[in-house]
């Protein structure tokens, strides 16, 4: 699914223009970039959270030449799904 389509999904629900539904997407986008970039954590219920990771820096290689590459330290985000989403997903699969 792309941005487009989902704000094609945000039209369809009622009395929407294409423009006011792409306020909507973009508006949530930027909201959770916001929070992101200022190290909040984000909850949806029933959906999961984001939040940022550290990654320390390491010592990486080229795969191509072989050669040592120093990587730095970087935030990046995670996202991980509630236990609803996967049940929702995975609905035939039960808890050994």
Known sequence: MTKADLVEQVTA??????RD????VETIFD???AALQSG??????????FRIRQRNA??????KTGAKVE???KRVPYFKPSKELRQ?????ETKA
């Open 40 to 49: 909040d954590k984000i909850e949806i219920r029933g959906f999961g959270s």
């Open 58 to 63: 390491r010592t990486g290689r080229n795969p």
């Open 31 to 33: 909201s959770v970039i």
């Open 13 to 18: 629900l009622g009395d929407l223009t294409r």
């Open 88 to 92: 929702r997903i995975n609905p035939h």
């Open 21 to 24: 539904s792409e306020v909507i």
């Open 71 to 73: 990587v730095p330290a």
